[in-house]
């Protein structure tokens, strides 16, 4: 059966479009994870056939983009492993539309935009991620959301049909979005941004990567902010309260730069990680009466 599947999948994909047992340490920012028993990239127009397939032979599959908030199991991931990133990331740019693919880089939409004299990407160009994560996450910096520049957003169902989603129906918020709640891909997002002055926003753009740079440890792996903004808190200044800088399980340490940043400091694994960011979950809570969320997402077997 196994044969007879990758056979067919050989039909739609090139040899170097998928693989089987393929390293996720090699596809996350975290720079850890066991293997996928399958691993694709398809091309937008491949994406459905490729679904169609997994359904058919009864194949679980997940998408990623760059794995910038994934901590994938050392035990890796069984099924298949969708990335949609370089082979799907065309960018369109027509008056103040910008219509992104969903493997684009948020900096490569961010400058292009730049260039066109079009502000309102400022915030995510330094966020290490893709267009179809950031809509996924409804991704947000220094004040700006995904949420204030989107218009719409293609995405392909369960079923393999594109559909269209407006503002309203993407149910954005706190690093949320109806998309993963009800399985859906995203294909590609239209944006609307306004007329700038190119210099100005390039100049922003190079502030906010500075205050990154300065702030957080972009030095090591991490899948950046750990957990998520707590009500009426900031997750950083909790962990910091509680005494844990630098604390430290196998290779994984919460930052001495940014306490709300969990790294991969010397060959941690993930359950390194994992074990840090519960360890962290709970002398927090005990000390704040405050459950940390994980922004990470956790995925495969531990």
Not at 1 to 9: A, V
Not at 157 to 185: F, M, P, V, W
Request: proline share 3%.
């Amino acid at each position: 059966m196994k044969e007879i599947f990758l056979r067919r999948l050989g039909e739609i994909l090139n040899s170097e479009q998928c693989c089987t047992k393929e390293n996720m340490g090699g596809h996350t920012t975290f720079k850890v994870g066991g293997p996928a028993e399958y691993y694709v990239r398809p091309k937008r127009s491949q994406i459905q056939p490729v679904l169609a397939l997994c359904k058919e032979f009864d194949i679980p599959w997940m998408v990623i983009g760059n794995g910038s908030n994934l901590l994938v199991g050392d035990k890796g991931i069984q099924g298949m492993v969708i990335e949609i990133g370089k082979m799907a990331d065309q960018i369109t740019i027509t008056g103040n539309t910008v219509i992104a693919e969903a493997g684009a880089s948020l900096f490569s939409v961010a400058r292009q935009a730049a260039e066109q004299e079009l502000t309102g990407m400022e915030f995510a160009a330094g966020i290490p991620g893709s267009i179809g994560g950031a809509v996924v996450m409804n991704a947000g910096a220094y004040g700006g959301e995904m949420k204030h520049i989107l218009k719409k957003v293609t995405v392909l169902t369960e079923e393999g049909q594109e559909k269209d989603l407006n503002l309203e129906e993407l149910e954005l918020g706190y690093r949320q979005s109806c998309i993963a709640k009800n399985h859906y891909i995203v294909l590609q997002a239209e944006l609307c941004l306004t007329k700038g002055n190119k210099e100005e926003i390039l100049n922003r753009m190079a502030e906010l990567r500075n205050k990154r740079r300065e702030k957080q440890p972009l030095e090591y792996p991490s899948a950046g902010s750990a957990f998520q903004r707590p009500e009426g808190y900031f997750a950083g200044k909790l962990i910091e309260d509680a005494g844990l800088r630098g604390y430290q399980v196998g290779g994984a340490q919460v930052s001495e730069k940014h306490c709300g940043f969990v790294i991969n400091k010397e060959n941690a694994t993930a359950a390194d990680i994992r074990q840090l960011m519960s360890d962290v979950q709970t002398q927090v809570e005990e000390r704040f009466g405050v459950r940390l969320q994980p922004e990470v997402k956790f995925i495969g077997d531990f």
